[in-house]
Structures are given as structure tokens and as C-alpha cells.
């Protein structure tokens, strides 16, 4: 049976927990206001220029759950590459589950 050595808790980026909770509540929100926009925009196509200024607010909103998403990418990167594990506790702390 072969031993399989894990390492220890790795040194998470501070800006990681940062980012993975803001991409998780950015993601719910964006999800959530696409039940508000879509009538919204509905509503006001008649005005071109209301259309236009709701199309950014969406755009600049789905660039920066990019944006998050790529920094969530790079720092678990970071991390896994030292081929550390993260631990559990620390998943639980960012969703808010309760511990065992």
C-alpha cells in the first residue's frame, strides 16, 4: 500500500478569500437581476438611449464576474501548483456551511 504524503496547509493569497466570496455573491446577484432586467429592457426599448445605458450596466457587470473569475483561477492556481490541498474548513468558510 503506497503512503501518500499530503503537504501541509498551504499558504492561501490573502486577496483569494477576497475574490472567491465576491465572485460568489456577484454571480448569485448577476443571476437574480436577469429576472429584473429582462422586463426591464422590455420596457424601455421604445428609448434607445435608457437600452443602450441598461446593455452597459450588464456588460460591465458580466467583465467584472470575468475578471473575478480569472483572479479566482490564477490564485487557486498559485496555490495547487505547490501541490498543496486546500483544506475543506476553508471551502466552508467561503460558502458559509456550517462545520461538522
Known amino acids: 500500500m503506497e503512503t501518500r504524503q499530503r503537504a ?4 492561501l493569497p490573502r486577496w483569494l478569500t477576497f475574490v ?9 446577484w448577476y443571476v437574480g437581476l436577469g429576472f429584473f432586467f429582462a422586463p426591464a429592457l422590455a420596457i ?12 452597459v450596466v450588464i456588460g460591465l457587470a458580466g467583465l467584472w464576474l470575468g475578471l473575478l473569475g ?3 483561477a490564477t490564485g487557486l492556481a498559485m496555490v495547487l501548483r505547490t501541490g498543496a490541498e486546500i483544506p475543506e474548513d476553508y471551502w466552508r468558510s467561503i460558502i458559509d456551511y456550517p462545520r461538522r
Open 8 to 11: 501541509a496547509v498551504p499558504e
Open 20 to 28: 472567491l466570496k465576491s465572485d460568489r455573491a456577484g454571480s448569485a
Open 44 to 55: 424601455v426599448s421604445p428609448w434607445p438611449g435608457l437600452t443602450t445605458a441598461l446593455w
Open 70 to 72: 480569472i483572479a479566482m
